[in-house]
C-alpha cells in the first residue's frame, strides 16, 4: 500500500500521502468523528485504524463530557483512505489512550476523568468494535491513568499512571 499519515485537528482525520524523495506531503481526503480526537491505534492487520473522540477538554474543564466514542475506520490497502466501519460505540467517560492487544482481539481504552479506569471491548472477526467486556469495580486504577499497553505476550496489561500524590493532588 501506499505510504500515508494521518492527522487529527478536533474532529477532523485527514490523510496526507508522503511523497519521501520529495520530502513532501499531499493532502487527499478527510472524514470526521463524533467529537475530537483523543487518542488512534491501528489494528494488527493494519486493516482498521481505531480512533477515541470526546468532547471534554482537560481535567481543568469544568464542562462534562457529552460525548464519548470509539470509532472504527476502514484502511483502503490501494489509497490509504478511510471510511467508517461499523457503528460509533459510547464510552462511559473520555479515553485519553488505547491500545489493542497483539492479537487484535480487544480494544482497551484508558480513562482519567471523571473516574479513572479501563474499558475492554471486543473486536468482531470483520474489524468492528464489539460488545464491552465488564471489569470489577474494585480495581485501584491510581488517580490519573492515561495510557494502558499490552505485552507483547498478550498476557498483561500496563496501566500507566500519572503518579500524583493522591492526598496532594
Not at 470526546?54 to 478511510?82: C, E, Q, V, Y
Not at 464491552?132 to 499512571?161: K, N, T
Request: neutral net charge.
Amino acid at each position: 500500500g501506499k505510504l500515508v499519515l494521518y492527522s487529527a485537528v478536533g474532529p477532523r482525520i485527514t490523510q496526507f500521502d508522503i511523497d519521501v524523495d520529495a520530502a513532501a506531503l499531499t493532502a487527499r481526503g478527510s472524514l470526521d468523528v463524533p467529537a475530537n480526537v483523543q487518542y488512534a491505534w491501528p489494528h494488527p492487520s493494519r486493516r482498521w485504524l481505531y480512533v477515541a473522540s470526546s468532547d471534554r477538554g482537560s481535567h481543568h474543564d469544568a464542562k462534562p463530557a457529552a460525548s464519548n466514542h470509539l470509532t472504527a475506520l476502514r484502511i483502503d490497502p490501494a489509497t490509504g483512505a478511510l471510511e467508517q466501519h461499523g457503528t460509533h460505540v459510547e464510552l462511559p467517560h473520555r479515553a485519553v489512550h488505547i491500545c489493542l492487544d497483539a492479537a487484535g482481539r480487544f480494544l482497551l481504552s484508558a480513562h482519567n476523568v471523571p473516574r479513572p479506569g479501563i474499558t475492554v471491548n471486543r473486536i468482531e472477526a470483520d474489524g468492528t468494535i464489539g460488545a464491552r467486556v465488564h471489569q470489577p469495580h474494585a480495581l485501584d486504577y491510581g488517580i490519573y491513568p492515561h495510557q494502558v499497553r499490552v505485552l507483547p505476550s498478550d498476557r498483561g496489561a500496563v496501566l500507566v499512571d500519572r503518579g500524583n500524590d493522591a492526598e496532594h493532588g
